[in-house]
């Protein structure tokens, strides 16, 4: 059983699905008005490790992120650069995409754009309006928060002080303003503007999160994540306005990672402390796989501090990783197997499986890897590690890497029969048509195929797991 910190309880929860075996997961995405910076990555590696997880113990995700590539940051953005919207938003959409892919995280099955689902938002804002959850005021539409009672229930904000006639306009605000939010904005000079049922303009932030989870996860779903920056207003408006919408609950597990600060400090600009994936990768030829492990080796509710030296500390411990299965799979060893590595592996599987299965504690989950690590490397030094030990306990750690994705690929080099090819290419295609229910299809034929594929940011890269027609 895997346990979680549900933020909406508080406490941890053992997590069942809604279906079993299947996992809907929603994660609020990039405002893509700049480069993500290595805090943005911390979350979304975490929600990587999250899905991957999941996947490790069989359940199917689907797993939604969304792009807010309208609100007031993006607009910003483009009025300060002279831009359209698309214009301004595309190139750090594309950045974003290749960050995903330097740092192997899986991309999700869909990633909807806010300015693709306003049709979607007016529906659920128009719902709001008849059942008196949301009123219009000066060409803007709000959403009235006492008539919500659950309102506060995720962040456990303070209501006593609540100021029910004010209004923010703000898609961010602190909890000290805590006040009815826009749902949508009335026109602005030097803003798009959309001409809908409920008049024109734009939508806020916020009902942009409620209206792509409902399209492609329905209501309610298993988990929603963010970073704790999210659970309020974003998180607390997402639950007010679509709870209020379907009479239904949103999410059922809330999954908050912590901050990620450098040397100790907030990163910022103006401290010359804030570091892009760019900045590392390109500019100080940092290894992305090394800067994976580091991002996912601190448990996600715990403060991530980025040093240049736990980033050595991690690129150390990723080359004894690699230095490790090099031995077991180059060395020559006696035929057979013994008895001491079958009851180490037994034991590192039992610990890596308990620290995940107890929200994600991914220390001891590394630490039962060091562990066998180093007590295998004992026995090699001794000569007691026979072949098919080794066989065995290289297999177990490349399965791990399921899990942990820092491990170059295994590559199947065999060419591809021309019909599962072409199922390949059409797949492609349909991702591109945004058709994911025909994609998904074709996916589905080719696993069956055994072809599994693995969205990567040079295209599609596949593998035979089986022999076509063997069992
Ligand atoms: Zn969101």
């Not at 901050?259 to 590392?280: A, C, P, Q, W, Y």
Request: charged share 30%.
């Amino acid at each position: 059983m895997i346990r979680f910190t549900n933020t909406l309880s508080g406490g941890k929860e053992d997590f069942i699905p809604l279906v079993a075996g299947e996992v809907t997961l929603y994660t609020c995405g990039p405002t893509v008005y700049d480069h993500a910076h290595i805090g943005n990555y911390r979350a979304y590696m975490f929600e990587d490790l999250l899905k991957r997880l999941l996947k490790h113990r069989g359940f199917k995700v689907t797993h939604v992120m969304n792009i807010t590539d309208v609100d007031d940051k993006t607009i910003r953005g483009a009025n300060a650069a002279g831009l359209g919207l698309k214009e301004f938003t595309e190139p750090f959409i594309r950045a974003f995409h290749e960050g995903l892919a330097v740092l192997r995280i899986e991309p999700a099955d869909v990633y909807p754009r806010a300015t693709d689902h306003i049709p979607d938002m007016v529906r659920i804002i128009k719902v709001l309006l008849e059942k008196g959850f949301a009123y219009p005021k000066d060409g803007s539409v709000y959403f009235k928060i006492s008539r919500f009672p659950g309102y506060g229930k995720l962040s456990k904000i303070d209501l006593t002080e609540l100021r029910s006639s004010g209004r923010v306009e703000s898609d961010e605000y602190e909890k000290e303003s805590v006040q009815d939010f826009a749902l949508w904005k009335a026109p602005k000079a030097g803003e798009p503007v959309w001409e809908t049922e409920i008049g024109p303009g734009r939508p806020g932030w916020h009902i942009e999160c409620s209206a792509m989870s409902a399209r492609f996860l329905g209501q309610p779903f298993d988990i929603h994540c963010g970073g704790v920056d999210n659970i309020f207003p974003h998180h607390e408006n997402e639950i007010a306005q679509s709870e209020a919408y379907a009479d239904r609950p949103f999410a059922r597990f809330w999954l908050h990672c912590h901050h990620l600060i450098v040397d100790g400090e907030k990163m910022s600009k103006s401290k010359g402390n804030f570091h892009t994936l760019r900045d590392l990768v390109e500019t100080r030829g940092v290894d992305p796989m090394a800067l994976r492990l580091l991002l996912v080796s601190t448990h996600y509710r715990k403060v991530l501090n980025f040093t240049f030296e736990a980033l050595d500390q991690a690129a150390a411990g990723l080359r004894r990783i690699k230095d490790f299965l090099v031995e077991l799979e180059t060395r020559s060893f006696p035929a057979g197997a013994t008895a001491e590595p079958a009851r180490l592996l037994a034991e590192a599987r039992a610990k890596f499986d308990e620290g995940l299965s107890d929200d994600l504690n991914i220390s001891v989950g590394l630490t039962a890897l060091y562990e066998l690590i180093r007590s295998v490397n004992t026995l090699i030094k001794d000569d007691r590690l026979a072949a098919d030990d080794a066989k065995a306990v290289a297999a177990y750690v490349y399965s791990l890497d399921g899990v942990l994705g820092i491990l170059p690929p295994r590559t199947d080099d065999r060419i591809l029969a021309a019909d599962l090819q072409a199922k390949i290419d059409a797949r492609e295609k349909a991702r591109q048509d945004r058709d994911f229910a025909r994609a998904d299809a074709l996916r589905k034929e080719l696993a069956a195929a055994g072809v599994v594929l693995e969205d990567t940011k040079d295209g599609v890269r596949w593998k035979i797991v089986k022999t076509p027609g063997a069992s």
